[in-house]
């Protein structure tokens, strides 16, 4: 979850929603974030809402402790229950997101599901995805997961090359995320994803070469590539600015994408959105498709975000101010905002176009429409998605997706 929070509109302090918030809540999906803010060591990159151990001394006592967090975390669970009222919907996919959370025990992971499980119930199918770093789990960490519930799984791999990991303050061992995928394979996890980052600084076109040889060659059916973001604030962003480091740019990164769409496609992977491919339908992430497609889902933990019928909140930051909110019987919300009609329309313009399947040109305004038209004589929409009345963004549009939808957005 993203370290700095928007501004917004006090919560009533039980965290009640407008009434308006859950009409016709039953025709859209529900999903569940859960947010494990703690890690071992601050990647250099990183601009999450995360804190290590020194970081939480003296600054949240007994309340910012992980030991106790799945059950404060399960706390907020509880409060969804009482928020959201006699809402029958169960929930289609839970995320489990840090930080680092397999830093906690694999019983408080899955306590955090049962949760989840036990107040509202899991669809049938359900997705039930964690985060992981390769070096904090065993095969026995994973059979356990396995046997609470969860069925999806996401090592953060990033690169193959030590070099690489050291620029971004990686500490896991170049080959374990491969052995993880084995190991998740062998305990039984029918989808498995290693995330990639690429254009960081002193990377090669060879050594992201390798990586996304390395990835593949490990088996997921899932991959996920992001482009390298250098957040103000950030240890990396001071050694740029410092000459200590240099910075990749835009052709850079461009190089590297279409290096990764053409590898990961000669592999059997195909792209469902701009950063992530699969082997498969089913191997799709459909916890972040809901997202895409603006389902409702409830944030839970520091930081975490939440959307319910057009309705944002945000939770407090810090883990002891979280904590003592919910001990006190509050809500740990920070604020919120209510999306208006274009709000919503704009949202669904930005967040569809990065999906195979586009977004409706229905949706677009006439200035909108003419950059369709644009777009496409220029090559950055496919022509038979347009002829069906959707925009799908080509090879090209997809390097250029951001100037695309900032004119569709119009």
Not at 18 to 38: C, E, I, N, T
Not at 97 to 103: A, C, D, E, K
Not at 294 to 316: E, I, L, M, Q, T
Request: hydrophobic letters at 40%.
């Amino acid at each position: 979850m993203p370290s700095v929070l928007p501004d917004g509109e006090p919560l009533p302090e039980g965290g009640a929603l407008p009434a308006s918030a859950l009409d016709g809540a039953g025709q859209r999906p529900l999903a569940f974030y859960l947010h494990v803010p703690y890690c071992a060591t601050r990647c250099g990159y990183c601009d999450f809402n995360t804190y290590t151990a020194s970081e939480l001394r003296g600054s949240g006592g007994v309340l910012a402790s992980r030991d106790n967090y799945a059950q404060t975390l399960a706390e907020e669970v509880r409060l969804a229950r009482t928020v959201l009222g006699d809402d029958p919907r169960p929930v289609q996919t839970i995320f489990v997101g840090g930080g680092t959370p397999t830093l906690l025990a694999a019983a408080d992971l899955v306590a955090m599901v049962t949760a989840v499980r036990e107040e509202f119930g899991l669809a049938p199918g359900a997705e039930v995805t964690t985060e992981a770093n390769p070096e904090s789990v065993n095969p026995e960490y994973l059979a356990e997961l396995r046997a609470g519930g969860f069925n999806r799984i996401s090592f953060g791999m990033q690169s193959a090359r030590p070099h690489v990991l050291k620029i971004l303050d990686r500490t896991h061992t170049p080959g374990r995320p491969e052995a993880c995928v084995a190991e998740a394979r062998a305990a039984g996890f029918e989808h498995v994803n290693l995330d990639l980052i690429y254009g960081t600084p002193g990377e090669s076109d060879d050594d992201w070469r390798a990586s996304l040889t390395a990835a593949v060659g490990a088996g997921p059916d899932h991959i996920s590539a992001y482009a390298l973001i250098v957040e103000e604030g950030t240890q990396l962003a001071r050694r740029i600015r410092r000459g200590e480091v240099p910075m990749t740019d835009d052709d850079v990164h461009a190089d590297r994408y279409l290096i990764a769409d053409e590898l990961l496609a000669e592999a059997g992977y195909s792209w469902y959105e701009v950063s992530n491919w699969s082997r498969t339908e089913a191997g799709r992430c459909r916890h972040n498709e809901l997202y895409w497609r603006g389902a409702d889902w409830w944030g839970a933990g520091p930081g975490a975000h939440s959307h319910v019928g057009g309705v944002r909140w945000w939770n407090v930051k810090h883990p002891g101010a979280y904590a003592a909110a919910l001990a006190e019987g509050r809500t740990p919300g920070a604020g919120r905002e209510v999306l208006s009609a274009e709000d919503r329309r704009v949202e669904r313009v930005l967040l569809e176009l990065r999906l195979r399947e586009g977004v409706p040109l229905s949706l677009l305004r006439p200035a909108g429409l003419t950059a369709a038209r644009t777009a496409l004589a220029d090559g950055l929409l496919e022509d038979g998605a347009y002829e069906e009345g959707r925009g799908v963004l080509t090879l090209r549009g997809r390097l250029l997706a951001d100037a695309v939808v900032r004119d569709l957005v119009d």
